[in-house]
């Protein structure tokens, strides 16, 4: 028997240890479908964990390239928890919005490990113009060594399920801005982004985005079109992700755990010793 209550769902499990079996409750991270539309044409479907979806569809529009400023979203429409159509959201875009809406309907479909499946290379990239983000900010190592231990402080779900990512902003020294959990590690970052765009605080110039997993292209791409600096992870990056950041400018940082770190581009925004 399984009961769901919004982003965490409580199940029956059977329990190992030690040769002792025992019957217990447990917490489960909720995944579910996501359809955005606007008007007859879908614009992609998602896996998600409900919660902060207007901030993932706002996200998810701009990051890939269908918005580009506040005032192109006239509206989104979110149905009743229990309603029939509860995981569809209704966009509704300006006329000079509609036409590339249109064109993107049925392009995207996303799982909640992949990110966006399918997606063209980074010439398709190139082509939309994504800018290389500000680089006058300059941040301190310290600051950035303690944003690790920021970001699971404040992963509530987390801490009930053990499954869910995170992506969480934070201010050049360190305050932590918004975090928003997701077992899709690029829904986590949509929602962050969405919440930047619904707020009117796009570009992020002088921010981090810190992520829980691996900085994947699909999370470095997102990180660039909101204008932000420095993407973090605790894990590695893929081989693609440094290749993209590399070429757009953005700096690039992994394995960030305890007093260690590892820069994979753009350095020169990070108060480091130059290496003799």
Same mark, same amino acid.
């Given at each position: 028997m399984t009961q769901k209550s919004g982003s965490i769902e409580l199940t029956q499990i059977t329990q190992w240890e030690e040769g002792k079996v025992s019957r217990a409750e447990d917490f489960l991270a909720a995944e579910e479908p996501l359809e955005?539309?606007?008007?007859?044409?879908?614009?992609? +479907?998602?896996?998600?964990?409900?919660? =902060? $979806?207007?901030e993932l569809v706002a996200g998810f529009l701009f990051t890939e390239g269908i918005l580009? &400023? &506040?005032?192109?979203?006239l509206s989104l429409r979110l149905?009743?928890?229990?309603?029939? /159509?509860? =995981?569809? +959201?209704?966009v509704t875009l300006d006329s000079n919005r509609r036409l590339k809406a249109r064109s993107a309907a049925r392009r995207f479909s996303a799982g909640s490990a992949c990110g966006v499946c399918g997606k063209a290379s980074i010439a398709q990239l190139r082509r939309r113009g994504l800018r290389r983000p500000e680089s006058a900010t300059q941040f $301190?190592? /310290? *600051?950035?060594?303690?944003?690790? $231990?920021?970001l699971r402080a404040?992963?509530?779900?987390f801490g009930r399920t053990g499954g869910l990512h995170a992506?969480?902003?934070f201010s050049a020294g360190g305050e932590l801005l918004v975090l928003r959990e997701d077992?899709? &590690?690029? =829904?986590?970052?949509d929602k962050v982004i969405g919440w930047a765009f619904l707020e009117g605080r796009l570009p992020l110039g002088g921010h981090t985005m810190l992520v829980s997993g691996r900085g994947g292209f699909e999370i470095v791409q997102k990180t660039i079109a909101a204008g932000i600096p420095l993407l973090a992870s605790v894990s590695a990056?893929?081989?693609?992700?440094?290749?993209?950041?590399? /070429?757009?400018?953005?700096?690039?940082?992994?394995?960030?755990?305890?007093?260690?770190? *590892?820069i994979y581009s753009e350095e020169v925004r990070i108060a480091v010793s130059t290496l003799n």
């Open positions: 955005m539309r606007a008007g007859r044409y879908s614009l992609g +479907v998602t896996l998600r964990t409900p919660g =902060n $979806d207007e580009s &400023r &506040r005032e192109h979203l149905p009743g928890k229990d309603a029939p /159509e509860r =995981n569809l +959201v209704r $301190d190592p /310290e *600051v950035l060594c303690q944003l690790p $231990d920021k404040a992963q509530a779900v992506a969480a902003l077992i899709g &590690r690029h =829904n986590a970052v990056p893929s081989s693609l992700a440094v290749q993209l950041a590399r /070429e757009l400018g953005l700096t690039l940082v992994g394995f960030l755990r305890g007093q260690r770190f *590892v």
